[in-house]
């Protein structure tokens, strides 16, 4: 088993910020008179779903600072191009910090994470942060525009395991790649009882997949087929990971 | 091909004839509208209709026998009509000038103006909808792009030709009469207070651009037609160098009073994309059309905010003397 892109410092350098139109890719971050500056003078953007790229990139390092995360096989997350991660959760608070600190290591790009709750206050500042609610027209439209997203299964609450997967969502993103990744619960905000508070999270990359080719992309079939595959692979990746 | 241009008054209708006075195949461009042309036109024909005037609107279209038509007919509220107004000339409008061509016997094909209002916004509506999405209009000017495309449709089944519906999104610029770009040039401008929703801007030569090759490619069904980016209120004004006027709740009943006194009026749809915002998924429009390079939003912005130099006239007539 590989270990992960950042462990081996093979991460590509961040390129100069524009804050224009990549809401993609990782910037460098100003200096923090610079940074407030560009917020006051409104010479920043954010993208079509809200996203704040350079609000994303600031306050990135807050839960790298308290979260250690480590990726296995790197190397399936691709640098370039939509694609869409599907993940176990227990209840679903750290584990989208946890996958947005790995990609961001390991491919230095943004991820878009799906599932945000329609609440007052709580949707927009997640929204600016990169999150989208359940929708699945605006996955598909996500997808078209070339993001990386991460879709959840079902909770599993204090459980470790792969819950029910998102067949809507699936569905939506039928004709793209998707990645399924187990993350494994650390220390610090992780539920599983016996877990040392200082152990780092663990998320394990799986192999792409893909619906057979020429699948038409409103083929229910086929979405649920995808599915019920996303959810044995995420199963395969955790129990893999529990061994020793 | 004989091309009918309705609202050729405006400036994204006097800047379709333009386009279409370069293609050769359209032989013959007629339009009409109740304000006469923003540019010189070359070889259109412009009749100064108000579109409420059925008769001489149906004598106009029937005579002129179009076989193709650019219906920028749709008033949008508070850009030169009021909201009434607006709803009663777009209305009249759609139903003289489009029942009328294809009552002539020659037409073939209608490209509507449309918008992204037509999808609405709120709990449960997506955020970025495709063409696919469900439509449901929360405002005024999104119900009147619902009924317009409604009736372009009724014509399209019962005379056989096909009808394409552009959504734009809002378009803007320092010359386009937009009833946003004008609230987003006050010096304060209220903005949502716990909210910072997106928007979509769309240049005025984008819109035309994707109108003449909807007109040219003979496309039949929606398509939306967005620039990449977005902005957002807060962004907004202060890219513009102006004042947020944090807003919440009734206090929007208050900031609308205020902005009319300003000389800005802010219509329901125009406090909907502050409050709510309005983006869409352009994707289908790109390959479709061959759009190719679309003005991003920011850079729409940068103009909506960019005024020319005055230049006081007795130093320009020294400089042309």
């Known amino acids: 088993m590989s270990t992960s892109a950042v462990t081996d410092g093979r991460a590509p350098t961040a390129i100069a910020p524009n804050y224009g139109i990549d809401a993609d890719r990782v910037l460098t971050v100003d200096d923090p008179i610079r940074w407030l500056l560009r917020r006051l003078d409104g010479r920043f953007a954010v993208d079509e779903f809200g996203g704040d790229p350079h609000l994303m990139d600031l306050l990135a390092p807050v839960p790298a600072a308290a979260i250690r995360v480590e990726v296995e096989e790197a190397h399936r997350l691709p640098r370039a191009g939509a694609a869409l991660l599907v993940s176990n959760r227990g209840i679903g608070l750290a584990e989208p910090f946890v996958l947005g600190l790995a990609v961001r290591r390991a491919v230095r790009r943004r991820l878009r994470v799906v599932g945000l709750p329609s609440l007052p206050v709580i949707r927009p500042l997640f929204q600016k942060l990169g999150a989208i609610g359940y929708s699945p027209n605006d996955v598909a439209a996500m997808l078209r525009a070339g993001h990386l997203l991460a879709a959840p299964l079902g909770m599993t609450w204090l459980r470790a395991g792969a819950g029910e997967p998102p067949r809507s969502l699936l569905a939506a993103a039928l004709g793209f790649p998707v990645i399924p990744v187990a993350v494994c619960q650390g220390g610090l905000f992780g539920t599983s009882p016996g877990v040392w508070p200082t152990a780092p999270w663990r998320v394990v990359i799986g192999e792409p997949m893909l619906p057979p080719p020429g699948t038409d992309p409103h083929d229910q079939l086929a979405a649920a087929e995808l599915a019920e595959q996303v959810r044995d692979a995420v199963r395969a990746l955790l129990d893999q990971s529990r061994e020793p | 091909m004989r091309v009918l241009v309705t609202g050729m008054g405006g400036e994204v209708g006097t800047r379709v004839a333009q386009l279409l006075e370069e293609h050769d195949e359209v032989t013959e461009i007629a339009g009409c509208d109740y304000v006469p042309p923003r540019r010189r036109l070359r070889r259109s024909e412009f009749k100064r209709i108000d579109p409420r005037d059925r008769d001489r609107l149906v004598a106009f279209v029937t005579d002129f026998a179009p076989h193709a038509v650019a219906h920028f007919g749709i008033y949008e509220p508070d850009s030169r009509l009021s909201p009434r107004e607006a709803a009663r000339a777009s209305e009249a409008c759609t139903v003289h000038a489009l029942g009328a061509a294809a009552r002539a016997g020659s037409l073939q094909h209608v490209v509507v103006r449309s918008g992204l209002s037509v999808y609405g916004r709120g709990r449960g509506r997506a955020l970025m909808p495709a063409e696919d999405a469900p439509i449901a209009p929360n405002n005024a000017w999104g119900r009147l792009l619902l009924e317009v495309e409604l ?147 920011q850079e729409v912005l940068a103009d909506l905010y960019a005024w020319a130099t005055v230049t006081p006239i007795v130093e320009a007539t020294r400089r042309v003397a």
Not at chain 2, 249 to 263: M, S, V
């Open chain 2, 151 to 297: 009736l372009a449709a009724g014509i399209a089944r019962r005379h056989d030709v096909t009808v394409c519906a552009l959504r734009y999104a809002t378009i803007a610029g320092s010359h386009v009469p937009s009833p946003l770009g004008r609230v987003l040039r006050l010096p304060t401008v209220p903005v949502p207070a716990l909210a910072d929703p997106p928007f979509s801007l769309l240049g005025r030569d984008d819109a035309a651009r994707a109108m003449v090759e909807a007109l040219l490619r003979g496309h039949d069904g929606p398509l939306n037609v967005v620039g990449p980016g977005a902005t957002s209120p807060w962004q907004a004004v202060r890219f513009g160098n102006r004042l947020p006027l944090p807003v919440e709740g009734p206090g929007w009943r208050l900031a609308r009073r205020l902005t009319e006194l300003l000389g800005a009026p802010l219509p329901d749809h125009v406090c909907d994309i502050l409050r709510r915002g309005l983006t869409g998924d352009g994707t289908r429009a790109y390959e479709v059309l061959d759009l190719g390079f679309v003005r991003p939003t």
